[in-house]
């Protein structure tokens, strides 16, 4: 018992499925922009939600983030471009990724 119209949103969703699966196979996404007000909590759970090693340009401008999400920052390997503008994050973190994140390059 289904409607063409059921098909139809099935059978997106499922293709929707599909690629997702094959971005986390490939290690996830390159670019990745955090919505205005997201906290260190947010940021936090994104990156622990999936496979994120891809990731080279990551945006949290306009965001409530500190030095304290630098922790999670740190964990990705292919960071080349990190916006921050308007945010608390500070020199503490600022130093954290300048430690560990050497392909950064702004």
Do not use: I
Request: glycine share 6%; net charge neutral.
């Amino acid at each position: 018992c289904s409607n063409p119209d059921g098909e139809r949103l099935y059978r997106a969703m499922c293709d929707r499925q599909t690629a997702l699966c094959n971005l986390a196979q490939l290690g996830g996404p390159t670019k990745l922009t955090m919505p205005a007000h997201s906290t260190d909590a947010d940021v936090e759970k994104v990156l622990s939600s999936g496979p994120f090693g891809n990731l080279e340009k990551l945006t949290l401008a306009f965001t409530c983030v500190t030095s304290d999400c630098a922790r999670h920052l740190v964990k990705l390997p292919n960071l080349q471009h990190l916006n921050l503008w308007c945010t608390q994050f500070g020199d503490t973190g600022l130093c954290l990724l300048a430690e560990h994140c050497s392909r950064l390059k702004s």
